[in-house]
């Protein structure tokens, strides 16, 4: 197995320990994720991407995608594997007359909302500008135009794919349907994702985000009439919730018209003020772009990381009790954030993503930096989300961890798992590619 054969056959570049730009490549967003590939390949093609996938095979490497690196469980990373880097193939071009972005397998979020917003155009975009378009789009892809224009992956009308075979292929309603419906929330399952061909909707590009804070033990009442609010919203208002320590935010964020928006978030505001006072409310309007940006975090990748997520149906009274139950301390971060709209409209079949009719996504996140912490930490999270199993209806699978099978049967059906797995069968047999929330093949 040697380095110059895998450099005579790729046209970007190949790193290995040791060489600069080695250590950047396998760093990922989560700190506990500290694996050191034996070669990471920075593709520049698809056809790069198919050479370094042969030369893997040969040699029998594991193979790891990475595009954005914020998968919680670092499966972008192969121990003693072959990386492939998707990062230099970033790019986005927008054509403003048909409304569609050709967008480039290792994107981030921020280059596809930037290059629309040009254009007075948007789609569906996580909230993280340096999360990637890949992974968030492959898994399914909730962010704050998600109720008018769905997820992402409802706004992909075709995929270039490289498949575990080496070809180079396109996705689309007209070609290769059944792997067209495996990658709209299927993950990374059946290929390589070279291109995302996505739909752009007009834009203007206004938002307001709204949050009225409240101590845990007094949010109760509030955050009841918060979620009773929330099921008759307009489409432009996203309901979300945070909870940090023992600060409860209750608010929402809109995308549309600021007139309508700033008049809905007077609405609010009376209606939680007439069941209890917030300790203070944050109304802020902004460009779409900065609502995508509010959240980054340049610094994150130094931080240790377990998530634990569910999908609740109804976010009913016993639910509130115990996701306001804050009593010990180093509690995860909690977030929930309203589905409904155009995600429900898509027929559950339609994709593979599944559990559209969801009321809420839950994520409870937590962060910290001493390693001696590990299993506190993780214990602590899954303790307090495993309070509130028994009223979820699965969880998404793009904040799965290492549940393994479990965590597959919580994010689909069997019926999906079985049409999965035909579609595993057909474009990745033999499971190279098995980094990630793995659907096997019926002979593996
Ligand atoms: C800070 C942060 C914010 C987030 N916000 C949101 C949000 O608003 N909405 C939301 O829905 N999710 C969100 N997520 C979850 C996110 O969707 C997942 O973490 C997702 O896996 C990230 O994709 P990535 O490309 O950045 O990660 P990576 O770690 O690079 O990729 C994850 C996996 O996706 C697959 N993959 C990636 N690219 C390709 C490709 N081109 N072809 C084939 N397979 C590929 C691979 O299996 C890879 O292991 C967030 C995550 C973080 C850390």
Not at 53 to 61: P, S, T, V
Not at 106 to 114: E, K, N, Q, Y
Not at 256 to 273: F, S, Y
Not at 419 to 431: G, M, S, Y
Request: proline residues 4%.
């Amino acid at each position: 197995m040697t380095r110059a054969v895998l450099e005579q056959t790729i046209g970007g570049q190949v790193l290995a320990p040791g060489d600069d730009g080695y250590d950047e490549a396998r760093t990922v967003w989560n700190a506990m994720v500290d694996r050191h590939p034996r070669f990471v390949v920075r593709c520049s093609d698809a056809a790069d991407v198919a050479a370094a996938l042969r030369y893997a095979r040969e040699h029998d490497l594991e193979v790891g995608i990475r595009c954005g690196g914020h998968g919680i469980v670092g499966h972008a990373v192969p121990d003693g594997g072959l990386m492939l880097d998707l990062r230099p193939m970033g790019g986005v071009v927008v054509d403003p007359t048909t409304r569609r972005a050709r967008v480039q397998g290792g994107a981030l979020l921020g280059a596809l909302d930037v290059a629309a917003q040009e254009h007075g155009l948007a789609t569906t975009a996580g909230n993280v500008s340096h999360t990637g378009v890949g992974g968030l789009t492959l898994g399914g892809g909730m962010g704050w135009l998600a109720r008018r224009h769905g997820l992402s992956c409802d706004n992909v009308v075709s995929f270039e794919v490289v498949t575990a075979d080496g070809s180079i292929i396109r996705a689309s309603a007209d070609e290769h349907p059944e792997l067209y419906w495996a990658l709209r929330g299927g993950g990374g399952n059946f290929g390589v994702v070279t291109e995302f061909e996505f739909v752009l909707h007009p834009e203007p590009g206004r938002a307001i985000s709204a949050e009225f804070h409240y101590p845990a033990d007094q949010a109760d009442a509030p955050m009841r009439r918060w979620r009773d609010l929330s099921t008759t919203a307009p489409r432009e208002a996203t309901f979300s919730a945070t909870i940090g320590g023992q600060d409860v935010a209750l608010g929402l964020v809109w995308v549309g018209d600021p007139d309508a928006g700033a008049a809905a978030i007077a609405d609010l505001d009376a209606e939680l003020t007439a069941v209890a006072e917030p300790t203070s409310r944050v109304v802020e309007p902004m460009s779409y772009l900065e609502l995508q940006t509010r959240e980054d975090d340049v610094k994150g990748y130094t931080w240790r990381r377990y998530w634990k997520g569910h999908y609740f149906d109804v976010l009913g009274d016993e639910v509130i009790d115990a996701v306001l139950a804050r009593g010990a301390a180093d509690l995860p971060n909690v977030s929930l954030q309203a589905y409904g709209g155009a995600i429900a409209d898509v027929p559950d079949d339609a994709t593979a993503f599944s559990r559209r009719d969801a009321a809420f996504e839950f994520v409870a996140a937590s962060l910290w930096k001493d390693p001696a912490k590990d299993e506190a930490r993780m214990a602590a999270a899954r303790r307090y989300a495993g309070t509130m199993d028994r009223f979820a209806n699965g969880a998404y699978v793009n904040v799965l961890g290492d549940d393994g099978v479990a965590g597959l049967r919580r994010a689909y059906s069997d019926e999906k798992l079985a049409r999965l797995t035909a579609v595993k069968d057909e474009f990745d047999p033999d499971n190279v590619f098995h980094l990630n929330q793995n659907i096997r093949p019926s002979a593996g």
